[in-house]
């Protein structure tokens, strides 16, 4: 069964249909990639999966092993689930350390700067930034970090949260993780990908770069106007001559 599906979900904005009537499923433990056209409602996908704008219509099921939520359209489901985004949001006035701490604690950034951390948060921190190949820039301010650095800080926050018991987190989305990074970074990034799909993680990939979307996804989803053009596996859906031309008509 998978972990998060929708029915005929509908997202508009003054007219324009975003999404439209979507039905798509991601299951555990698998890498789905999301591609398509920009304009076509990838993100907007995210945003209302994640419960950070209402849909419209349709409907949102959510599995965990315990139970099976039925969520309406206009209740965003938020638990079980985290993400990164299209542009970066960080704690931009805080170190980069610190950045972690407050996901890793859980508490408010006020709370979380002013008390002491136990040693279980502080080599939690020190093990996702070094994961990520940050912990020499911990001390820096997040709004000094490079565009590079900040999108892997954004996925040590993932790895923070994952840690952090805030709910058990199996769903991630990453909106275009891979935008303006070097070679070395996206290294890290698919590396941290496998391990949460290995994990059992729906791991939830929207990426314009089609060799990575090739490599890391075990099934595809293709949004065109905010319909779905096509789905299946990378090597079939990639061949497909609509796929391409929806591709070469941006
Ligand atoms: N907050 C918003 N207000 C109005 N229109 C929006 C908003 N967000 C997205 N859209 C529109 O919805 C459509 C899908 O956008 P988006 O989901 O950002 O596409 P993608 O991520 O695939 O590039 C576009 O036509 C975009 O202009
Ligand atoms: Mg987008």
């Given amino acids: 069964m998978p972990l998060l599906s929708t029915k005929n979900l509908v997202k508009r904005f003054e007219g324009v249909h975003a999404v439209n009537k979507l039905s798509i499923a991601f299951e555990a433990g698998k890498i789905t990639g999301i591609i398509g056209p920009n304009g076509s409602g990838k993100s907007t996908l995210i945003n209302t999966l994640t419960g950070m704008i209402p849909a419209d219509a349709g409907e949102i099921v959510i599995a965990d092993s315990e139970h099976l939520r039925r969520v309406r359209a206009h209740e965003g489901p938020a638990f079980g689930m985290t993400r ?8 931009e006035q805080m170190p980069v350390l610190d950045n972690i701490l407050v996901v890793l604690t859980e508490r ?22 070094k994961k990520v190949g940050l912990w020499d820039k911990r001390n820096e301010l997040a709004k000094n970090l ?12 993932i790895l923070a949260m994952i840690h952090s018991g805030a709910g058990d987190i199996d769903i991630i989305f990453l909106d275009e993780p891979f935008a ?12 941290v ?20 979307i090739r490599e890391m996804s075990d099934h595809i989803y293709v949004l065109d106007s905010g319909e779905l053009l096509a789905e299946g596996k990378p090597a079939e859906v990639l061949s497909r001559r609509d796929v391409v031309e929806a591709y070469l008509g941006e």
Wanted: charged residues 30%; aromatic residues 10%.
């Fill in 146 to 157: 490079s565009y590079g650095q900040r999108k892997l800080l954004e996925i040590a926050r």
């Fill in 180 to 191: 303006g990074l070097f070679p070395e970074m996206i290294k890290i990034v698919t590396t």
């Fill in 84 to 91: 990164t985004f299209q542009d970066v949001k960080l704690f």
């Fill in 193 to 212: 990908m496998k391990e949460l799909r290995d994990q059992g993680k729906a791991v939830i990939l929207v990426e314009h770069n089609i060799d990575l």
């Fill in 108 to 129: 408010s950034v006020w709370k979380s700067l002013f008390e002491k951390h136990g040693a279980f948060h502080s080599e939690k921190a020190e093990e996702v930034l």
